[in-house]
């Protein structure tokens, strides 16, 4: 009868650690790629704010730009040329409030021709163009006026010739000059149209000035 007795120690066998070298290889390279990727997202967060950054940067300085513009723009003194054409303007209105008033004004005892005619101009405007002053009388008519433009006049007789009191009636006279007023607009003109010959009779006169 036999008996085997292990006089190996337990103690004394070699342990296995349970990190050895392939588990700490493998957590460093597990570190490695997080730190890679952590890194990535942190430089693909910084692209996008310094994109934002840029674009808001662009569009601040465009606003300032618009902002500076329109405050040249504002500082900037109105055009010479507009603000005559405005006064030609408010002087045409003036001048069709004065063909109102005479209309209005004219006396019973004036015949129907000049009322009619009186009508007439205030009916035959042309834009551009106004009366300073008139006269009407039978077998006669004297305008006296300014246009922007000296084409204008055209517009002005063609318009007037198809008014019933001017229908046919030939201005044998017409005298246009450059407008001598300081306040005047670059190519502005005054102007004289005479029909007719003046007659010792009654007549009807207007100063639109």
């Known amino acids: 009868m036999s008996q085997q007795?292990?006089?190996i120690n337990p103690l004394l066998l070699k342990k296995r650690y349970a990190f050895g070298l392939r588990e700490m290889a493998f957590g460093a390279g597990f570190a490695l790629v997080v730190a890679l990727a952590w890194t990535a997202w942190l430089h693909a967060r910084a692209a996008a704010d310094e994109t934002r950054a840029a674009a808001r940067e662009a569009g601040q300085a465009a606003a300032q730009q618009a902002f500076d513009a329109q405050a040249a723009a504002a500082a900037r003194p109105a055009s010479k040329l507009v603000t005559e054409r405005a006064r030609a303007i408010e002087a045409q209105v003036a001048a069709r409030e004065a063909l109102r008033a005479s209309l209005g004004a004219t006396p019973g005892t004036v015949s129907s021709g000049f009322a009619a005619r009186l009508r007439a101009l205030?009916?035959?405007r042309v834009d551009g163009v106004w009366l300073n002053g008139f006269t009407l009388a039978p077998g006669h008519v004297a305008l006296n006026g300014s246009a922007l433009e000296a084409r204008l006049l055209s517009a002005y007789l063609d318009?007037?010739?198809?008014?019933?009191?001017?229908?046919?009636?030939?201005f044998s006279a017409m005298q246009v000059a450059p407008a001598q007023a300081q306040t005047s607009a670059p190519g502005q003109v005054d102007f004289t149209l005479?029909?007719?010959?003046?007659?010792?009779?009654?007549?009807?006169?207007?100063d639109e000035r």
Do not use: S, Y
Request: net charge positive; glycine share 16%; charged share 15%.
């Open 5 to 7: 007795i292990n006089l």
């Open 159 to 170: 318009q007037l010739g198809r008014q019933a009191p001017f229908a046919g009636m030939r």
């Open 194 to 206: 005479v029909a007719g010959v003046p007659a010792k009779v009654a007549t009807e006169t207007g």
């Open 122 to 124: 205030a009916h035959g």
